[in-house]
């Protein structure tokens, strides 16, 4: 064997990978999560849901989150949801091509009163691309480096990285679509097992597949240094691309999103 005297950085690699990140290595999923506050906090008390979605079938892949959420600030100590509550959904839906060139998705995203939405159609692959994003108030084009990856691409790439056991960062880019749709550059990094930020173990009262609880769980440290809006994830990441654990921040409120149920779909019998 002839060692390599200038090795790729594994950044660099997935980088280039483009439209060849295909999400074969993922187990199609559907995850249900309960929501709510990290820790105590006197400011504000929250309860939500949450489900995850990824699929595939023998045209595109799909991928989905939904969050609704309710946040009482006023009368926090009461831990209670009432009327005068804020109440948040966020709601994404995507659809990638086979291959990773192409991506189409569609957001909603309500506070109260307010509903922002945003259509986005995207070209990606080893050159750079394009998005176009259709808001509710103006139109938006964005370009995309080569080797921005799709959802569910980018999610296999996350994987496939943490199979291989390589050390050092993760740098995947891929395209935000919530608030800003640009590009972004998604760095993960696995946590020591001391490292308290985020449980180790799969949820006590988890249902799923009795072969689910073999596989292996990364929990890993998420940030996006262009759009740090809400600062650091914490992912508790398992071998089929099932989320199981996260502890996020939104709208100034610490969370955690704690799988209730994980449903692993059969792969799709394509000709």
């Known amino acids: 064997?002839?060692?390599?005297?200038?090795?790729?950085?594994?950044?660099?690699?997935?980088?280039?990978?483009?439209?060849?990140?295909?999400?074969?290595?993922?187990?199609?999923?559907?995850?249900?999560?309960?929501?709510?506050?990290?820790?105590?906090?006197?400011?504000?008390?929250?309860?939500?849901?949450?489900?995850?979605?990824?699929?595939?079938?023998?045209?595109?892949?799909?991928?989905?989150?939904?969050?609704?959420?309710?946040?009482?600030r006023k009368n926090a100590s009461a831990k209670t949801i009432t009327e005068k509550s804020e109440r948040i959904e966020e709601k994404v839906s995507a659809q990638e091509a086979l291959d990773g060139a192409t991506l189409k998705y569609q957001t909603r995203l309500r506070h109260d009163a307010r509903i922002d939405t945003a259509n986005g159609t995207a070209t990606l692959g080893t050159e750079p691309g394009q998005l176009h994003t259709v808001l509710s108030r103006y139109k938006q084009d964005s370009a995309l480096p080569a080797g921005t990856l799709a959802p569910a691409a980018a999610r296999a790439a996350l994987v496939e990285a943490l199979m291989a056991n390589k050390p050092g960062k993760i740098e995947i880019g891929a395209v935000e679509m919530y608030r800003f749709h640009k590009p972004i550059k998604q760095i993960f990094t696995r946590l020591a097992a001391e490292d308290s930020s985020i449980a180790g173990g799969l949820p006590k009262e988890l249902k799923a597949p009795k072969d689910f609880a073999a596989g292996k769980l990364w929990a890993l440290k998420r940030q996006v240094p262009e759009f740090n809006e809400f600062g650091d994830e914490f992912w508790l990441l398992h071998e089929s691309g099932a989320v199981v654990r996260q502890v996020v921040t939104r709208y100034n409120v610490k969370l955690l999103f704690e799988a209730k149920e994980v449903s692993i779909f059969p792969t799709p019998a394509c000709p």
């Not at 090795?7 to 990978?17: A, K, T």
């Not at 504000?44 to 946040?71: D, H, M, N, P």
Request: proline share 6%.
């Open 1 to 72: 064997m002839v060692a390599m005297r200038s090795p790729i950085p594994l950044f660099v690699m997935l980088s280039l990978m483009g439209p060849v990140a295909h999400a074969d290595g993922l187990r199609g999923s559907s995850v249900t999560y309960e929501v709510k506050p990290f820790k105590e906090d006197k400011a504000a008390y929250a309860e939500g849901q949450a489900s995850s979605t990824l699929s595939s079938s023998c045209k595109e892949r799909s991928f989905g989150e939904i969050l609704v959420l309710a946040i009482e």
